[in-house]
Nanobody, 119 residues
């Protein structure tokens, strides 16, 4: 059983910053992948950023240079630092993790956290 706790969302003005956190708990032996996806009203869920255990990262073109994904493997926690936020960044952000529990691989989604960018 893996549980995810997301935090850090909220309302921010354009140009502002937020930092999202995603903490995974359970019998995790390896924190393979952590990622952030988002879904805006009327749109499909899309990848924002993801980080794998060997240090590889991937970003959506729309957030490159503004968002930074990071991780603390010792705490099984991922972070998304979002700077220079724009109204188009308004969405529900979902954390995704791929972890190893004993010999099994589990993929888990968070419940989502709202980010609203508005003046």
């Amino acid at each position: 059983q893996v549980e995810l706790v997301e935090s850090g969302g909220g309302l921010v003005q354009p140009g502002g910053s937020l930092r999202l956190s995603c903490a995974a708990s359970g019998s995790i032996s390896r924190f393979n992948v952590v990622g952030w996806y988002r879904q805006a009203p009327g749109k499909e869920r899309e990848l924002v950023a993801r980080s794998d255990i060997i240090g590889g990262t991937k970003y959506a073109d729309s957030v490159k240079g503004r968002f930074t994904i990071s991780r603390d493997n010792g705490k099984n926690t991922g972070y998304l630092q979002m700077n220079n936020l724009k109204p188009d960044d308004t969405a529900v952000y979902y954390c995704y993790v791929n972890v190893r529990i004993y010999t099994l691989i589990r993929e888990v989604w968070g419940q989502g956290i709202a980010v609203t960018v508005s003046s």
